[in-house]
């Protein structure tokens, strides 16, 4: 199946999966479109117009059949096979996703990461820690798709940039540096290209006091009024 699902889609179908999957352990076998809206948020018009583009079939009387759904989307998302990564930047922040439970349940694997600081490196815990100065030789011996970038902002362009030209195709960023997207062949013709998606915590906390000023009987500074 060849698709060209947007950012969003394939969030809210993620969000499905889930829900699809609490389903199954119930034993329930059908679910409706208004059903799994409201369990994620959104209208049951989005669901039926997202699992059209999957070519998922359902109808009216009858709703979706859960198992072929689930694994119609498990498939699509790459779910059954394992999916590799590693971890730039072993500070509180890193530290905090490498023991992180919940992407074991998502089959998705942190299989090494990288700190500059020699008092950070360990190979005998889960994940082994390596030196910075190996990035570039560790990845060329394992063909990781996609890494997580923990650094501070300074070296996140550097990062970036090693990351890039050591074949890496997919960074999640958390550093407060902005990555750029690269196209293929946008600045080199033999450059391959690499998706990004840049989390800001702090904008996400700044977005969400935003619309907590609108809620009933809030004040400015995100509290009831006394």
Same mark, same amino acid.
């Given at each position: 199946?060849?698709?060209n ?7 809210r179908l ?7 999957e609490?389903?199954? *352990?119930?034993?329930?076998e ?8 409201? *369990? ?12 059209a583009?999957?070519?998922a079939?359902?109808n009216?009387r ?8 689930l694994?119609?989307?498990s498939?699509l ?5 394992r ?6 930047g072993?500070?509180?922040l890193?530290?905090?996703l490498l023991?992180?439970?919940g992407?074991?349940?998502d089959n ?7 700190d500059?600081h020699p ?24 063909h990781v798709p996609v890494g997580?970038l923990t ?8 990062v970036?940039e090693?990351?890039?030209?050591s074949g890496?195709i997919g ?10 997207p ?5 600045y080199?013709?033999g450059?391959?290209?690499?998706y990004?998606?840049n ?27 006394q």
């Amino acid at each position: 199946m060849d698709l060209n699902l947007n950012r969003n889609t394939v969030l809210r179908l993620v969000r499905y999966l889930r829900v699809l999957e609490q389903l199954k *352990a119930l034993g329930f076998e059908k679910i409706f479109s208004n059903n799994l809206g409201d *369990a994620v948020g959104v209208t049951a018009a989005v669901v039926r117009k997202d699992l059209a583009q999957i070519e998922a079939v359902g109808n009216k009387r009858g709703g979706y059949s859960v198992d072929p759904l689930l694994a119609k989307i498990s498939e699509l998302l790459g779910k059954g096979r394992r999916r590799e990564a590693i971890l730039v930047g072993c500070g509180r922040l890193g530290s905090a996703l490498l023991d992180y439970p919940g992407f074991e349940n998502d089959n998705i694997e942190i299989v090494a990461a990288f700190d500059l600081h020699p008092e950070q490196v360990t190979y005998n815990g889960p994940i082994p820690v390596h030196h910075i100065d190996t990035l570039e030789s560790y990845l060329g011996q394992h063909h990781v798709p996609v890494g997580i970038l923990t650094v501070p902002d300074r070296a996140a362009n550097e990062v970036f940039e090693r990351l890039l030209a050591s074949g890496i195709i997919g960074i999640l960023n958390f550093s407060g540096m902005p990555l750029k997207p690269r196209r293929r062949g946008e600045y080199d013709a033999g450059e391959h290209c690499c998706y990004v998606e840049n989390i800001s915590i702090s904008l996400e906390l700044a977005n969400l006091f935003y619309l907590v000023r609108f809620v009933d009987g809030a004040d400015g500074s995100g509290y009831p009024a006394q």
